[in-house]
T-cell receptor
């Protein structure tokens, strides 16, 4: 079975600075997908970024980028120029190639301070 | 296009009561699923469906039933509520049962408290 570990329960960052959230996972699959979801205080789950394991290039979406290290089974999220609206719980999630089931980590609470 | 809708948003039950959490999507998605979110545990899959008439168990199915009679609706039934089922419940849908890796769209969640 796949497992996802987020070792940082809480983090804080000053507005406009850069922060990196960590995620490691365990799987015997060679092809899969990885995701970061954001959950603001509204509780809505919002997809931040998606990475396909067969792609070596790291995914980027505006101020959000990932550092995907397949051999190390690591998938960290970097948020540049942090904004107050980035304050949220962030979940790392894994999906096998042949299914739609998501396996989530426990989440990291990120607080952006002004 | 309303996306994924869930009702109710909040619910309080007494131990032993039953209820149904409603979930509907208007995107013609084949895949639908239910997750529960508990502090320190992330979201865990309860049940899922790859199309009308087809359902299967996820990681934590005990105490819950589902059915999928239409593409649009995927209700979750609590048969006899227990305090351990106090949680936030999310319904999600995705485009295709055959094409993995697509974004899953989540509903706004239902906060359930069992006393």
């Amino acid at each position: 079975a796949q497992t996802v570990t987020q070792s940082q329960p809480e983090m804080s960052v000053q507005e406009a600075e850069t922060v990196t959230l960590s995620c490691t996972y365990d799987t015997s699959e060679s092809n899969y997908y990885l995701f970061w979801y954001k959950q603001p205080p509204s509780r809505q789950m919002i997809l931040v970024i998606r990475q396909e394991a067969y792609k070596q290039q790291n995914a980027t979406e505006n101020r959000f980028s990932v550092n995907f290290q397949k051999a190390a089974k690591s998938f960290s999220l970097k948020i540049s120029d942090s904004q107050l609206g980035d304050t949220a719980m962030y979940f790392c999630a894994f999906m096998k190639q042949d299914g739609n089931k998501l396996v989530f980590g426990a989440g990291t609470i990120l607080r952006v301070k002004s | 296009n309303a996306g994924v809708t869930q009702t109710p948003k909040f619910q309080v039950l007494k131990t032993g009561q039953s209820m149904t959490l409603q979930c509907a999507q208007d995107m013609n998605h084949e895949y639908m699923s239910w997750y529960r979110q508990d502090p320190g545990m992330g979201l865990r899959l309860i049940h899922y469906s790859v199309g009308a008439g087809i359902t299967d168990q996820g990681e934590v199915p005990n105490g819950y039933n589902v059915s999928r009679s239409t593409t649009e609706d995927f209700p979750l039934r609590l048969l006899s509520a227990a305090p351990s089922q106090t949680s936030v419940y999310f319904c999600a849908s995705s485009y295709s049962r055959w094409l993995a890796g697509y974004e899953q769209y989540f509903g706004p969640g239902t906060r359930l408290t069992v006393t």
